[in-house]
């Protein structure tokens, strides 16, 4: 349990797997969002939520790495919940939860979110890009990564709130 939530702090971002693995933002990402489900402490009110890219090119030009921003979650860890990829365009984040003080459903693939919290770039070890790729369900990814040996660099977010639309609406 203790190497599982090592492992899980050491991953502060989002793991850069092939093009493949995510799926293109969806067409009902241009209509007003709507939340219908809200995890960890309440969504700020101030400050509209920014497209990921923004915000990763606001990190580029030294921006503050806390941000409120919007996107798409293509994965979700499949084990718990307590980690979910979210695209927006050609940008993805690996957004976990601030001390793991919450998890989101593992079936919230394909929906859109808002999270609130610490952006930044980083690298992830070989083996904790295979642990996971092992959660999202790729085990030969995780192979081809753990036999690489080489780290993945990668954005991440450490949420404090996040909130999901449900797609059905």
């Not at 899980?8 to 093009?19: E, F, I, N, P, Q």
């Not at 606001?58 to 941000?67: H, M, R, S």
Request: net charge negative; proline share 4%; with cysteine.
């Amino acid at each position: 349990m203790i190497q599982i939530k090592q492992a899980r702090r050491l991953a502060l971002g989002s793991l850069l797997l092939t093009a493949s693995f995510f799926m293109p933002v969806s067409a009902y990402a241009d209509a007003a969002f709507v939340a219908d489900e809200s995890f960890g402490a309440p969504m700020p009110v101030a400050g509209a939520a920014q497209p990921l890219q923004a915000a990763i090119a606001g990190l580029q030009t030294g921006t503050a790495p806390e941000v409120k921003v919007a996107g798409q979650i293509t994965e979700v860890c499949q084990a718990e919940g307590c980690w979910m990829i979210l695209v927006d365009g050609d940008q993805h984040a690996r957004i976990t939860f601030k001390d793991y003080g919450f998890f989101v459903p593992t079936e919230t693939s394909m929906q859109r979110a808002v999270v609130y919290g610490v952006l930044e770039a980083s690298e992830l070890s070989a083996d904790d890009a295979a642990h996971f790729a092992e959660d999202a369900g790729y085990k030969v990814k995780a192979e081809q990564l753990r036999a690489a040996g080489t780290p993945v660099r990668e954005y991440s977010l450490v949420a404090s709130a996040v909130e999901i639309e449900n797609r059905a609406n």
